[in-house]
Each structure stands twice: as C-alpha cells, then as structure tokens.
C-alpha cells in the first residue's frame, strides 16, 4: 500500500558531455576539472551599497570539465566556486543546460548538487571536443 502513494527512487542515469543538449535538464554526470577562472566577485559589505540581508555576497566562475567524450563550461556559483579545484573529478547531480551568447554552459541550481569525489577514478578528458564553442540559433516555432 505504501508503495503506491511514495515515488520509488531512481538510480540517477549517468550522461556523457557529448550528449548534452540545449534546454535540457536533470543531468547527472562525473567530469574532471580542468581549468577554473573567477568572473565575477561581489558583496560582503563594500561599495557604499547597504548591508544586511540584499548585500549577499556572489561569486561566479567559468570553470572548464570534461569526461572522455568532450568539454563543456560550467558555470560555478557561491559556495561551488570552491568545490571546483584543477584536476578534481566532481559529480554533478541534476544539472542543466543554459545558454550564454548562443553557447551552451552547464549549470548546477538549488536543485541540483556539486560533490567532489574522494577516491576519483582519473578521468581521460576528450579536449578536442568542447561543446561550449559550438554557437546554435534561436529558431522559433510558430504554433
């Protein structure tokens, strides 16, 4: 009887980067870090702007993963900027794709989940094949 009214959990289904698409979401996936760069660091108190609970501060960075298939950016928020060191593998759980000047980046909300993996297994990254250089278009349907 219980069974029928709680959702049975789903073992999480592993995507490579080459099957990324745009607009998707709910990805799970194991990547190396390969490069990480801060793009953006604001708040904690600074600047004349008012303090308290508006004045949070934001951090952003573009950080570079990979697996064996290809590269993708990832774009780290707050407390993910740490999580995402050099040559680190990390799981991302329930990520999604967003777009950014007509070029995918991959991105982990309040949703989803960072974990950097204790005992990684190295991961052979494919870096000839970075999705995030391929530009796609906005086409609209009419209904």
């Known amino acids: 009887m219980a069974e029928e009214g709680s959702p049975a959990l789903r073992k999480p289904v592993?995507?490579?980067?080459?099957?990324?698409?745009?607009g998707t979401n709910g990805h799970s996936l194991n990547v190396k870090?390969?490069?990480t760069k801060t793009v953006m660091q604001r708040g904690g108190g600074g600047g004349g702007r008012p303090s308290?609970?508006?004045?949070?501060?934001?951090?952003?960075?573009?950080?570079?993963?990979?697996?064996?298939?290809?590269?993708?950016?990832?774009?780290?928020?707050?407390?993910?900027?740490?999580l995402m060191k050099e040559g680190k593998i990390v799981t991302l759980r329930n990520a999604?794709?967003?777009m950014y000047k007509g070029s995918m980046r991959l991105a982990v909300d309040k949703w989803g989940r960072v974990e950097?993996?204790?005992?990684?297994?190295?991961?052979?990254?494919?870096?000839?094949?970075?999705?995030?250089?391929?530009?796609?278009e906005l086409v609209s349907v009419e209904a």
């Open 96 to 98: 999604k794709i967003d």
């Open 116 to 136: 950097v993996e204790e005992e990684p297994t190295d991961i052979t990254v494919k870096e000839d094949n970075n999705l995030s250089l391929i530009e796609y």
């Open 52 to 82: 308290g609970p508006q004045a949070r501060q934001m951090r952003i960075a573009e950080c570079l993963v990979g697996d064996e298939t290809g590269i993708i950016i990832f774009t780290a928020r707050n407390d993910q900027v740490d």
């Open 33 to 35: 870090v390969i490069s």
């Open 14 to 22: 592993f995507t490579k980067v080459n099957e990324l698409r745009p």
